[in-house]
C-alpha cells in the first residue's frame, strides 16, 4: 500500500489565484481529513470526512471546500488564494473512529501565497 | 470545546538523560490521548496512545501517565538518543464531530538530544 498521498509536495502562489491539493489514499479508510500546521501552533483541523460523500467543517475551514466523490479521494480547494494560507497541509485518514484506529498522514504539501 | 496545552515548547537533554513532556486538556469527556512524534520535514507519526480508562501505559522507551481527575496527561522518554530529536504532538479526542469525535492537537514540543 502507498498510504496517503499528496501532491504537489511544493506550490508558490499568488493572492487572489486558486488551486486544489489532492490527496489520495489506498487502504479503503472511511475517515479522511485536513490539517494545516503553522509554525508553533501544531496541527488545526480544517475539514473532515467520515465517508464517500459526506463532509463537515472543522477548527479552520474558512476560505477553503472540500468534497468527497470517491473513499479513496479527499480534495482540498483554495479558491482566493491569501497570505494568511501559507501552511504546511496534510491530508490524514483512519479506517474506523478516532481512538478505535490509528491516524495516517501523508506527506504533506508546503503552500506559500505571495 | 475542547483545548489542549503542551509544554515546554522547546527541551534539550543531554543523550541518556530523561525527557518529559506534560500536556493538560479541558473537555473531561475527552476519552483517548494519543502522541505524534514528527522529524524534521517528515509527517507525524503516531508513537503511542493512551485510553481514559488506563492510567499509564509503557512501549520499550517511552511511556505516557494520564490524571483524568487533574485532566493532565505526560509523555516520558527515558535513555534519550540523537534520533529522538522531534517535534513531539500531543492531543485529545474531542467529542464534536458527531458520534466520532476529532483530535485537537497540542502546539508540540521541540526536542534536541545532544550527544
Known sequence: NAGVTQTPKFRILKIGQSMTLQCTQDMNHNYMYWYRQDPGMGLKLIYYSVGAGITDKGEVPNGYNVSRSTTEDFPLRLELAAPSQTSVYFCASRKGRVGNSPLHFGNGTRLTVT | ?115
Do not use: M
Open chain 2, 1 to 115: 470545546g475542547e483545548n489542549v496545552e503542551q509544554h515546554p515548547s522547546t527541551l534539550s537533554v543531554q543523550e541518556g538523560d530523561s525527557a518529559v513532556i506534560k500536556c493538560t486538556y479541558s473537555d473531561s469527556a475527552s476519552n483517548y490521548f494519543p502522541w505524534y512524534k514528527q522529524e524534521l520535514g517528515k509527517r507525524p507519526q503516531l508513537i503511542i496512545d493512551i485510553r481514559s480508562n488506563v492510567g499509564e501505559k509503557k512501549d520499550q522507551r517511552i511511556a505516557v501517565t494520564l490524571n483524568k481527575t487533574a485532566k493532565h496527561f505526560s509523555l516520558h522518554i527515558t535513555e534519550t538518543q540523537p534520533e529522538d530529536s522531534a517535534v513531539y504532538f500531543c492531543a485529545a479526542k474531542t467529542e464534536s464531530g458527531g458520534s466520532q469525535g476529532n483530535l485537537i492537537f497540542g502546539k508540540g514540543t521541540k526536542l534536541s538530544v545532544k550527544p
